[in-house]
């Protein structure tokens, strides 16, 4: 049930990014290499948000189930109790607490900042992703505007096209009528081929410095940022669990102190909010079969999202230095502990399964009594 969960979340995740990441890209060639490559590297990213979910919704629909079929009532009446149901579900816990820490303290951040190497790799060297129809597009010292945008195969159609570039205490202008936005021979970098249009240079104080016709131009658009990405760090996002403990130790000037301590604690509480999943979820996922409930799983689907929701907009206090890490986050994370150890000591000791136990326990100690009573 939790595979099945956890593949159907992660498959409506990436389908969600996959169709943002083709909006980036446009229509440059080798488009789904690039997509798949990227969404590669999202997948620690997704794995770390949709198992902890799978996982509790797993175990709320199996229990619930059991619960509907009064499998939990032949199981309670040969002595095996709720607090007996939890150690296999603890089993499976341990297993997915060392995967999740693994996946958000040591994968994620690589694959994170992998994927955003990716992406400015992709968006500066090909600029597809970047022209938007009667949008001004800035990239280093270059600025772009088509009035019309359209594409066609490996290349993109222009008309009345704008284009200013500023080095060196000079600016170049150029206009067209028509271009196309191709990509090189070599994929280094893309190239514009411009038709009537012409050339002007501006000089500081200078009104025009000179202006030139052509019928065609070519012009090599290369920008610095398509060299190199900056280094792995700069977020705290990309940081694993030990870099973001020497980090608070030792905190730099970007990421600043206060989005390192968000990041840390939020990860924490990420990490220690798995044990604690079980015990909600099977709360919610008893019931007495003779009065089945519906809403056990709508709460449980409510409590969840609303838990995560807080402590997501903890972490974004935490980051603004508004509150400090043990009241925007840990608070929550012990109210949400404490609700699921008490509702679990309810459903385990003092709940309809319980009372059914009990019922079975007395009509059992009523027959041996009568037994010894006849045998005098």
Not at 60 to 80: H, K, P, Q
Not at 235 to 252: C, F, G, K, M, N
Not at 298 to 304: E, I, R, S
């Amino acid at each position: 049930m939790t595979l099945a969960l956890t593949g159907a979340g992660l498959a409506v995740l990436l389908l969600g990014r996959a169709v943002g990441l083709f909006d980036i890209l446009a229509s440059p060639q080798n488009a789904f290499e690039h997509v798949g490559q990227m969404l590669l590297y999202l997948l620690p990213h997704l794995l770390g948000m949709a198992l902890p979910g799978a996982f509790f919704f797993g175990i709320l629909l199996t229990f619930n189930r059991l619960s509907r079929d009064s499998e939990i009532i032949v199981l309670m009446a040969s002595g095996w109790g709720p607090h007996l149901l939890l150690r296999p579900v603890l089993v499976l816990t341990a297993i997915l607490l060392i995967l999740v820490t693994v996946i958000l303290g040591f994968v994620a951040p690589y694959a994170r900042y992998a994927y955003r190497s990716v992406k400015h790799t992709v968006v500066q060297t090909t600029l597809v992703g970047a022209v938007r129809e009667g949008t001004f597009v800035h990239a280093d010292d270059l600025t772009f505007f088509a009035e019309h945008v359209g594409f066609e195969d490996s290349q993109t159609s222009l008309s009345n096209v704008f284009l200013r570039r500023d080095q060196g205490g000079e600016s170049i202008v150029v206009t067209a009528r028509r271009g196309w936005l191709v990509e090189s021979p070599d994929g280094a970098r893309p190239v514009l081929l411009l038709h009537d249009g012409e050339v002007t240079r501006f000089k500081p104080g200078e009104r025009s410095a000179g202006r030139t016709t052509f019928q065609a131009f070519r012009w090599p658009v290369a920008m610095s940022g398509a060299e190199s990405y900056r280094r792995r760090g700069l977020d705290q996002r990309e940081l694993t669990l030990p870099e973001l403990w020497a980090a608070r130790a030792d905190p730099p000037i970007k990421p600043s102190p206060s989005e390192i301590s968000a990041e840390w604690n939020m990860r924490l509480v990420m990490i220690a909010s798995i044990p604690i999943l079980p015990l909600m979820a099977i709360s919610l996922g008893l019931c007495n079969p003779r009065r089945p409930r519906g809403w056990g799983i709508a709460l449980g689907l409510v409590v969840v999202v609303l838990y995560f929701q807080v402590i997501g907009f903890g972490e974004a206090l935490v980051k603004r230095a508004i509150l400090p890490p043990s009241v925007a986050l840990w608070v929550p994370f012990t109210i949400f502990a404490g609700l699921a150890a008490w509702l679990f000591y309810r459903a385990a000791f003092d709940g309809p399964p319980r009372r059914a136990t009990s019922w079975f326990g007395s009509r059992d100690r009523l027959r041996l009594l009568r037994s010894v009573r006849g045998s005098k």
